[in-house]
């Protein structure tokens, strides 16, 4: 299947590979990257987030593996819903990482959180060593999306879940022209205002309008050896929750 996301770049014209133009866009980001959230979402990121925590709490995970974790908000989230858990966390971003081992710390979660630089493409950890695989709205920044999902496949051990939080595109007749119009005129020019990268917040609703959606989605996760993917579209579509399982 042809990913049109993994062609979207964050910087035009530059020849670096997807991968690095990514780590440089959210090290640049880093310091505004949860006030944008915020901003973006009108705060539904959080209930977004809650709702996978839920989800992934019924499986009783003794590890979880935070893949794209940024800075720690979903790893933050897990650790504290579900207390018998410890999270391991992977992102390309120092800078993002920075800001989120210091959220670690102030939650007093050091003991069960873990952040580490790594590139989700080729992971760290051993096969089989993860209950669930948790992303939160970064599978459309990797430069080989199938590439992904068999990393995560290969790190799960058997009957282990795969939970994926992704934006995606309202079909609405009246919801769909207020998120392009939100998505690629106001966020952008809020990003201006307030990060340090003209191009990251226009980068954001191509790679939206880019990423395999629904079934799409699902066919890629069954491709790379997920069974049982199911999709629930939130928000109007907004943001859509993907769970299989190895």
């Not at 990423?211 to 996760?221: F, I, N, R």
Request: net charge positive; with cysteine; hydrophobic share 40%.
């Amino acid at each position: 299947m042809e990913v049109k996301a993994e062609k979207i770049n964050p910087y035009e014209g530059d020849s670096r590979a997807k991968t690095e133009q990514v780590r440089q866009m959210f090290d640049s980001i880093s310091g505004a990257y949860d006030f944008m959230n915020r901003a973006m979402t009108m705060g539904v990121d959080r209930l977004w987030r809650r709702k996978a925590v839920t989800t992934v709490r019924h499986r009783h995970p003794r590890l979880v593996v935070d893949l794209a974790t940024g800075t720690g908000d979903l790893a933050i989230a897990l650790a504290r819903r579900i207390p018998e858990t410890a999270v391991t966390g992977y992102d390309l971003s120092e800078g993002m990482l920075d800001v989120g081992r210091k959220k670690v710390e102030k939650a007093g979660l050091s003991d069960r959180i873990s952040l580490h630089q790594a590139d989700c493409l080729a992971l760290p950890a051993e096969d089989s060593s993860a209950d669930v695989v948790t992303v939160a709205y970064g599978v459309r920044n990797f430069e080989h999306l199938l590439e992904g999902y068999r990393e995560m496949h290969r790190i799960l051990r058997p009957g282990g879940m795969l939970c994926v939080l992704e934006l995606s595109t309202p079909r609405g007749r009246l919801t769909g022209p207020l998120y392009r119009f939100y998505t690629r005129r106001i966020i952008p020019a809020l990003g201006r205002l307030v990060s340090n990268d003209d191009r990251a917040y226009s980068y954001l609703p191509e790679s939206i309008a880019a990423v395999p959606q629904g079934p799409d989605m699902c066919a890629l996760m069954a491709e790379a050896g997920f069974s049982d993917c199911s999709f629930r579209p939130m928000t109007f579509g907004a943001c859509t929750m993907y769970t299989a399982v190895k």
